[in-house]
């Protein structure tokens, strides 16, 4: 006879003698080193279908607020574009570095809501509304929602700019 040291049962025996006892299944066991890694790269509202990149400032939501999204959700709907088609990044969670957001997103338009280009290391300034092409991308540093959101002669002022740019980096028709 033989010594029980040897003996040899599979996974699936052991779970149907002693269940849940002594077996942990394996799919269940965690790294717990794995478990608390920060995520690499950015966390972005959208689907970055189309490579538009929309970078903001807010610190009252993850993303968004839902009156600056209903905003920009308008906003592309006139350029005949989804939320689906960018990738908004909220620069107050991670400070957003464009080097690290052209890695990972890989932009053909990056619009700026009332961040200066070298707060995100972009490595020229721009004046607000002109498109600046670079790098095999185009740019445009526009004021921030709250700005371009206000209901008198200067948002009114300032959305009429900003759809002049819109109609230059987006041609519809």
């Known amino acids: 006879m033989g010594s029980l040291d040897s003996a040899s049962l599979s996974g699936l025996t052991i779970k149907e003698l002693y269940g849940h006892q002594l077996v942990m299944p394996a799919q ?4 717990k080193s794995q478990k608390e890694k920060p995520a690499e790269g950015y966390a972005f509202l959208g689907n970055n ?3 538009i990149t929309l970078v903001v400032q807010t610190a009252d939501s993850e993303f968004l607020p839902d009156e600056d999204f209903q905003f920009i959700s308008k906003m592309l709907g006139a350029c005949k574009l989804h939320v689906s088609d960018v990738a908004i990044l909220n620069h107050h969670r991670k400070p957003v570095v464009m ?3 052209t890695n ?3 932009p053909k338009v990056v619009m700026m809501f009332g961040l200066e280009p ?3 290391k972009i490595p020229f300034t721009m004046p607000l ?4 092409a670079y790098d095999s991308c185009s740019y445009l540093y526009v004021p921030a929602l709250n700005s371009l959101k206000q209901d008198n002669e200067e948002g009114k002022l300032l959305k009429s700019k900003l759809w002049l ?4 980096l987006f041609p519809v028709g």
């Open 99 to 101: 080097g690290e957001v």
């Open 129 to 132: 509304f002109k498109v600046q």
């Open 49 to 51: 279908e189309k490579k």
């Open 118 to 120: 070298m707060l995100l």
């Open 104 to 106: 990972q997103l890989h």
């Open 28 to 31: 269940t066991i965690v790294d």
């Open 165 to 168: 740019c819109l109609q230059k």
